[in-house]
């Protein structure tokens, strides 16, 4: 027969490995936001861990470095855009093509949005 401490501790040992695995999952998921700054504009894109790993690192300088080197990059843009909910998110927009002669600078960029994966 099981007790109601037994429920209890159960339970809070659920919560407890749920909130230990998901944020490990979503970080996993969630993609990294780069600034690129434009001769025009700029415009945030975006891309996920293997995505990044393909162009040799996770950081602005392989994004740049892959830029230069192709003349040309397929990326996701971010916008940002309203949950069911209200609440605001930078969600994917659409795939862009970026040229390497238009393209000044590329930065990391952090928001305090969540940020969702895209396909």
């Known amino acids: 027969m099981t007790s109601r401490r037994n429920i209890l501790q159960g339970g809070a040992l659920a919560l407890l490995a749920t909130a230990t695995i998901a944020p490990t999952a979503w970080s996993q998921e969630k993609p990294m936001l780069f600034k690129i700054i434009t001769v025009k504009d700029e415009i945030v894109i975006g891309f996920n861990a293997d995505e990044l790993s393909k162009l040799g690192g996770n950081d602005a300088g392989a994004v740049s ?55």
């Open 65 to 119: 470095r892959t830029l230069a080197a192709k003349g040309e990059l397929t990326a996701w843009q971010y916008a940002v855009k309203k949950a069911d909910n209200g609440d605001l998110q930078q969600a994917p927009l659409r795939k862009v093509g970026l040229l390497a002669n238009t393209s000044l600078r590329v930065e990391p960029y952090t928001t305090p949005l969540t940020v969702l994966p895209h396909e």
